[in-house]
C-alpha cells in the first residue's frame, strides 16, 4: 500500500531561493563539492511533522546517493531534512558529490548499494544499471504509488517512467526539453511574430533576414543540438504526431530512417539551408560560441535546451529576455512537439530499506518539491506543476505552461544507439553543408541502422 504522508506545518520555511547556474550539459559539471557527503541530514527547526497513523513504520538506515553538478544540492538538503522531519527515527545517510558516481562504483560492484540513486553526472549509466540486474522492479508499485499528497504519482508526471520491455526501473526526476530560443524583446522592439508553425516560422524568418540579422544559429561542432531541437520534432509531426517513429529509430529498426516524416523533415531543413536562414558560422562553432552570438543579437534564433539560459546568465545583456517554442517544424494546425532529456531516480535492487526508499520517492514527486526545484535550480522537476506564483525564470514558466497544454505533444525518452547517433549527426551536417542529398542521408542511416542490428 503506498503511504499518505499529511504535514502539520506550524512555521514558514525560511531558506533563502538560491538560483544555481546550469551547464550546458546539466548534470554533468562538476561543482565545487569534490568529495562524498556521507554525514546525516539535519532536521529543519521551523516545521513540526508528524507521519500517518496506521502505516509500515519507517526507521532505521536509509542512504540516498545523488550527484553535485550544476543544479547543486541545495533542493537536496532541503527536501531530506523535511522528510527527516517526518520519520525521526530514520537515520539518513547522503553519499553525494560531484564524483560520487565514481566512488560508490565499488559498493554496487560488491552488493553494498546505498537505497536510493539519482543517476545523473559522469560515470553513471542508467541502461547499464538496468541491465547490470543493479535496480529494483517497480512496474507494479509504481503504477498505484500516490505521492505525499495523496494523488496518484505517475498521473502527475510530465514524461512517464522509462520503459524496458514493459518493466519500469526508474522514474524521470529532472525533465528537459530541446526547443529554439529567442529574445522576446526583441521580437517585440522588431514586431516579428512569434513562429506557432512552419509556416509562420518561415515568414518570420523572411522578416528577421530583412532586418540584416540571421534568423537561425546551430552549433556545428555539435550537431545533436540541431537533431534536439529541430529534427526529431519534425519527425513526430510528419508521422501524424506519433513519437513512436523515435522509439523506432532507437531500436535502429528498418526504414525508420527512410520514410516520409524523414523524408519530409529533412527537406524542410533544404529550405532553410537554400533560403540563407542558418548563419554560415555555425559549421565551426562549439556551443559557447554560437550562443554568444545569438546573445548578442547576431542571430535571432537558436536550438538549444532549457539549461541555456542559466548556462549563459554572465553573459546575458540586460533586457535580454529568454523565449522558448518546443518545436517550430509543425505544420499548421499541428501540436508542439517536446523533445526530452531526463536525468531519473531509483531504488537499488539490493535496498536495505526499500520502505524508507519507497517513502521517500513518494515524498519528493510532489507539485511543492517541483516548484522548489524550479526556484533553488532554475531547471523543471517532471512533475505537473503550476510556477507562476513562484521565483523560477520567465523561460522555465514559459516551458511549463507548454508541458501542461493541450496542444504539446511530450516525445518519450530516447537514446540512439552512439554509432548510429554519430552517423546522425556526421549526415545532418553534411546536409547542411550541402555536400549530401536528402537521399542520401537516409541511405547513410540506414546503413548505420542496418550494421545496428547485425
Request: contains cysteine; aromatic residues 10%.
Amino acid at each position: 500500500m503506498s503511504r499518505k504522508l499529511r504535514k502539520k506545518v506550524t512555521g514558514g520555511l525560511a531558506l533563502s531561493l538560491v538560483l544555481l547556474a546550469l551547464s550546458g550539459c546539466a548534470g554533468n559539471n562538476a561543482s565545487n563539492n569534490n568529495q562524498a557527503t556521507t554525514s546525516p541530514s539535519p532536521s529543519p527547526t521551523d516545521a513540526a511533522t508528524e507521519a500517518p497513523a496506521g502505516e509500515t513504520k519507517i526507521s532505521g538506515d536509509f542512504e540516498i546517493q545523488y550527484f553535485v553538478g550544476g543544479y547543486g544540492d541545495a533542493w537536496w538538503k532541503e527536501m531530506i531534512g523535511e522528510f527527516k522531519a517526518i520519520y525521526p527515527e530514520l537515520n539518513i545517510k547522503e553519499s553525494a558529490g560531484s564524483q560520487i558516481n565514481e566512488q560508490m562504483k565499488p559498493r554496487w560492484i560488491q552488493g553494498d548499494p546505498p537505497d536510493v540513486v539519482y543517476i545523473d553526472g559522469a560515470g553513471s549509466n542508467e541502461t547499464q544499471m538496468v541491465q547490470d540486474d543493479q535496480l529494483m522492479d517497480i512496474t507494479d508499485w509504481v503504477r498505484d504509488a500516490q505521492n505525499a499528497d495523496g494523488e496518484n504519482l505517475v498521473s502527475n508526471l510530465i514524461a512517464p517512467p522509462q520503459d524496458y520491455n514493459g518493466k519500469n526501473y526508474t522514474i524521470p526526476m529532472v525533465f528537459g526539453s530541446w526547443g529554439t530560443f529567442y529574445d522576446a524583446k526583441l521580437f517585440a522592439d522588431k514586431g516579428w511574430t512569434v513562429p506557432t508553425d512552419w509556416d509562420s516560422f518561415l515568414a518570420t524568418s523572411e522578416k528577421i533576414k530583412a532586418d540584416g540579422i540571421n534568423p537561425y544559429i546551430h552549433t556545428g561542432k555539435y550537431p545533436y543540438y540541431i537533431v534536439g531541437g529541430l529534427l526529431n520534432s519534425g519527425f513526430v509531426s510528419e508521422n501524424g504526431d506519433n513519437a513512436q517513429i523515435l522509439k523506432d529509430q532507437e531500436a535502429a529498426k528498418e526504414n525508420s530512417f527512410n520514410n516520409d516524416a524523414v523524408r519530409k523533415t529533412l527537406e524542410k531543413i533544404v529550405v532553410m539551408r537554400d533560403k540563407g536562414y542558418f548563419d554560415n558560422a555555425s559549421f565551426g562553432m562549439n556551443h559557447t560560441d554560437s550562443q554568444m552570438l545569438f546573445l548578442q543579437h547576431k542571430d535571432a534564433m537558436i536550438p538549444n535546451g532549457l539549461w541555456l539560459e542559466n548556462e549563459m546568465s554572465k553573459d546575458t545583456p540586460d533586457g535580454f529576455k529568454f523565449g522558448f517554442i518546443p518545436s517550430v517544424m509543425q505544420n499548421a494546425g499541428g501540436k508542439y512537439v517536446a523533445i526530452p532529456y531526463t536525468s531519473n531516480i531509483a531504488i537499488a535492487k539490493k535496498a536495505k530499506n526499500p520502505e524508507a526508499a519507497k517513502a521517500f520517492v513518494e515524498f519528493i514527486f510532489t507539485k511543492k518539491a517541483a516548484v522548489r526545484w524550479a526556484e533553488l535550480t532554475g531547471a523543471l522537476m517532471n512533475v505537473k506543476a503550476d510556477l507562476e506564483s513562484s521565483s523560477a525564470s520567465d523561460v522555465v514558466k514559459t516551458a511549463m505552461k507548454y508541458f501542461n497544454g493541450s496542444d504539446t505533444i511530450v516525445a518519450p525518452v530516447f537514446k540512439l544507439n552512439s554509432d548510429l547517433e554519430q552517423g546522425e549527426n556526421d549526415a545532418t551536417i553534411a546536409l547542411l553543408q550541402g555536400t549530401i542529398t536528402v537521399d542520401e542521408w537516409i541511405d547513410r542511416m540506414e546503413k548505420a541502422a542496418a550494421k545496428v542490428r547485425g
